[in-house]
């Protein structure tokens, strides 16, 4: 009988699947694909464990990742938390000095890092601070000459090395581990200030992975792009419901590959967030204007009868039979084709972490591609709540999990209480207090409310709302999902807090918008001239009137100016999971709002 803790998750699945396909990684020596079995993956993480207790990590001590998502992530956060110590993922993004808060707010002694270049970061970090820290490179650390760093593999040896002389001492450590323990600290994305470590147990993973594993089918061929960030909760979730579940991981190259990789691999279940599904959507509408009028004809046409046979699905209506015979046609013709972008197998699809809008949700329906919307924080082990393959409602986020209930507050506000809400802020007894109600709901900063059936809707983010002049109160994020439907459109920012109306900051999509530039021989191929083209502008002010039509007048755009580069999680504008950073956007962008309320 394994214990409810991570590394009881872990050596459990180990114990049934010993020989089957753990993971499928890109070799950085080779260039190659390679599989691993679960038994090599439990080699690779008892002896890095190991290695940990060669260098004197003891039980809750804070060690860092900084890396973008590949296999040795998983492999060192399983070998933290085998050996009772505390994983704190950093952002690969994360500037010298977010680094350097992260690094002394967690205490942490022990860094794992992808590269010189992450190396050179803490260092630098470390240097503000006049501290040092052991730094363990994922590549060889041959190339640095620093005393303090050492590659994967070496930590590897000396994890061998050590269990020649103490065999008993990696399985007595995991064993000790309690469900009540720290297992991570994930720091928040700090879109509205400094990042807080949230304090996130063994119990609160162990139940909240039961709970999902409960509400979402899985089987044992489950296969999944593994892509979004590992600091982030949704991913580093996402990945241990699949130790719980026995699924497959496929460790992405690059973001930009993912498509291809499902293209390769056919997943049948995949997490996403909804930035993903809006770029396909653009891929495959921008295509359409490049193909023929019969083929755009056909390809319209089929949409209509996927429309119509998802809406008499959704709503329990007896399909006619000739509509059964239409679908049929515009399966075989369109609909089979776009199912083939996600690689043919996809059983349902989860999309989490921002809003995703209804016609995505229900054009992606009509192709025969389900996606459920959940909704969750960090501070709620991810997933709160999650629409299930026979209860769904698009539109809303779903129904609460079994591990937890939410309700709606007084001024709106989604409080949710529960085994997969977290124990508190790292050392920061104020913030936590403040967290909470005093009967102990955890409050979550949302808006939101309930219908009928259960089903929660998310209005806005609480300090988010805009209050005009007028005294209106508006959900910017209602009016950007509107904008942003439009392949042309990367990013909506809607301005108006205070203001006597509302204005927006406009940002293109890149292949789009030379696309369109090819077609209509505008002898322009930079974002930054195009941007400024009125054939440009004039295209970008029919999207905006188009949806202003949709919208109430005091939610109408007035003006909007579009920028020279797409917002980017480099330049701090959005966060490592898309999301908008809005106070660090209006502050780069502030002398263009003020222009558009001159004008």
Request: hydrophobic share 40%; charged share 25%; net charge negative.
């Amino acid at each position: 009988m394994y214990p409810k803790t991570i590394p009881g998750l872990y050596h459990d699945r180990v114990e049934r699947n010993g020989d089957r396909i753990s993971s499928h990684y890109k070799d950085s020596s080779t260039g190659q694909w390679t599989a691993i079995t679960w038994r090599q993956h439990f080699e690779r993480v008892r002896n890095l464990a190991n290695g940990l207790h060669a260098h004197g990590v003891q039980a809750g001590d804070r060690i860092a990742i900084l890396s973008e998502t590949r296999q040795e992530w998983m492999l060192c956060d399983l070998a933290i938390v085998n050996a009772g110590a505390v994983t704190v993922g950093i952002y690969p993004t994360s500037t010298i000095e977010q680094t350097r808060y992260i690094l002394e707010d967690a205490g942490v002694d022990i860094v794992f890092v992808e590269d010189l270049s992450q190396m050179e970061k803490v260092e630098q970090a470390c240097s503000e601070s006049g501290g040092s820290k052991t730094i363990i490179l994922f590549e060889e650390a041959g190339q640095t000459k620093a005393s303090n760093a050492l590659g994967l593999h070496e930590l590897m040896s000396q994890g061998k090395q050590l269990a020649r002389e103490d065999r008993a001492l990696y399985e007595q450590r995991w064993r000790e581990i309690k469900p009540d323990a720290l297992a991570m600290l994930v720091y928040t994305s700090g879109t509205t200030g400094p990042p807080k470590g949230v304090m996130l147990t063994h119990n609160n993973i162990y139940k909240t992975i039961e709970s999902v594993a409960d509400a979402l089918p899985n089987e044992p061929d489950d296969l999944g792009i593994v892509f979004l960030p590992l600091a982030h909760s949704l991913q580093r979730v996402a990945s241990y419901a699949g130790i719980y579940t026995g699924g497959t991981g496929v460790f992405a190259e690059r973001l930009d590959k993912i498509i291809d990789h499902m293209q390769s691999f056919n997943p049948t279940v995949q997490a996403s967030v909804p930035r993903i599904y809006e770029k396909v959507h653009a891929k495959i509408m921008g295509r359409l204007e490049e193909a023929s009028p019969v083929k755009q004809k056909i390809f319209h046409w089929a949409i209509r009868v996927g429309l119509e046979w998802s809406r008499r699905k959704r709503e329990n209506q007896t399909i006619p039979v000739s509509l059964h015979a239409q679908h049929a046609l515009a399966d075989k013709l369109v609909l089979c084709k776009l199912r083939g972008i996600f690689g043919g197998n996809i059983r349902y699809m989860i999309s989490g972490a921002a809003p995703i809008s209804i016609e995505l949700l229900e054009f992606f329906h009509a192709c025969g591609i389900l996606i459920l919307e959940g909704y969750g924080l960090t501070e709620t082990t991810a997933p709160a709540t999650v629409n299930r393959i026979d209860q769904f409602s698009f539109g809303t986020v779903g129904l609460d999990l079994s591990i937890c209930e939410t309700r709606i507050a007084d001024d709106g506000e989604i409080l949710i209480k529960g085994d997969n809400v977290f124990v508190g802020y790292w050392r920061n007894e104020e913030a936590t207090q403040e967290a909470f109600t005093e009967d102990g709901w955890f409050k979550s900063g949302d808006i939101g409310e309930k219908n009928e059936k259960g089903f929660l809707r998310i209005t806005d983010r609480k300090k988010e709302i805009i209050i005009t002049a007028a005294g209106k109160n508006i959900s910017p994020a209602n009016v950007e999902k509107l904008v942003r439907i439009e392949p042309l459109i990367s990013q909506c920012v809607v301005v108006g807090d205070r203001r006597k109306y509302l204005v927006a900051l406009i940002t293109l999509d890149n292949d789009e918008l030379l696309a369109m530039a090819e077609r209509l021989e505008l002898g322009e191929t930079k974002m930054s001239t195009l941007v400024h083209h009125p054939t440009i502008i004039n295209t970008v002010q029919k999207i905006i009137d188009r949806s202003n039509r949709e919208l109430a007048r005091y939610e109408t755009l007035k003006y909007f100016r579009i920028l020279e580069q797409d917002l980017s999680v480099e330049d701090d504008h959005l966060t490592p999971t898309l999301k908008l950073k809005r106070r660090n956007i209006t502050a780069t962008y502030g002398q263009l709002i003020n222009e558009m309320y001159q004008a």
